[in-house]
């Protein structure tokens, strides 16, 4: 699904979190949004999947204001698992809560598809480790078959090498689903690998954008002090 977003503004009381937020998500591209803690990544994503309101701007999902909501899917940032829930309850969350109780064959395929052992079924999140957590986190986030999938930060709390193995598996799962992903990440490594296109937000402004694999090519200085870590 393509989303065009104009012109976004968001406030906080006197906080003006968001000041002029423009980018295009493209259609089953993986879309990568970049930028300092406290920047308003997570309030942007929040914006565009209606959990958050806004002042002013426009958001068009294919062309139109109006949108079912039920399409998108959020792995949020502390996207954590239902602690007092078993890792196929947490995955078939929606249809557990309405005692349906024909989702195994769902939650094994999904389970599968994201690399999870079936052993790890009745596992409770305090039972397995990070990677596995978040493993679980995702097939849920897909349990719906989203059309529009939103990840933030979904590498946060893993070791390099883990971290690695989830963006490998992000990258399959989305591209074999043709899933359209909103990935937001303090990551350049990952994004470079993850991501087709990026926009980096700084101030509340769209300040840079393009092709993920000309990231370190950039010529914009905030966002090569970004990238290197200095201090702006
Ligand atoms: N529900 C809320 N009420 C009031 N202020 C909020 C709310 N949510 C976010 N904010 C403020 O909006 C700003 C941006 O927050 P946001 O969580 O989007 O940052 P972020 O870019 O995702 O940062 P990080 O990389 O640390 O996750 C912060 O100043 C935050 O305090
Ligand atoms: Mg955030």
Redesign the pocket.
């Known amino acids: 699904m393509n989303i065009e977003i104009r012109n976004l503004q968001k406030k ?1 009381n006197d ?1 003006e ?1 968001l000041k002029d937020i423009s980018l295009k998500i493209e259609k089953n591209k993986s879309t990568i949004i970049l ?1 300092q ?8 994503i929040k914006i565009i999947y209606q959990l958050l309101n806004y002042e002013k701007g426009t958001i068009l999902y294919e062309g139109k204001k109006n949108i079912d909501i039920d399409k998108f899917s959020m792995l949020f ?1 502390y996207g954590a698992l239902f602690d007092s829930l078993s890792l196929s309850e947490n995955i078939a969350f929606t249809d557990y809560m309405d005692n349906k109780i024909n989702y195994s064959k769902k939650v094994k395929s999904l389970m599968s598809d994201v690399g999870l052992d079936i052993s790890n079924y009745h596992r409770y999140p305090a039972e397995v480790s990070g990677g596995m957590k978040k493993r679980a986190a995702l097939a849920r986030a897909l349990y719906k078959n989203p059309k529009v999938i939103f990840l933030d ?1 979904p590498t946060t709390g893993l070791d390099p090498i883990n971290s690695d193995l989830i963006n490998d598996l992000i990258i399959k799962v989305i591209k074999k689903r043709k899933i359209t992903a909103v990935t ?1 990440t ?1 990551d350049i490594k990952s994004a470079i690998k993850t991501g087709d296109n990026f926009y980096f937000i700084d101030k509340g402004i769209t300040q840079e954008e393009g092709r993920c694999d000309n990231i370190l090519s950039t010529k914009n200085k905030i966002f090569k002090s970004f990238i290197t870590g200095a201090r702006y």
């Open positions: 906080f906080n979190v930028g803690s406290g920047c308003g990544k997570s309030v942007l940032q930060e937001i303090h």
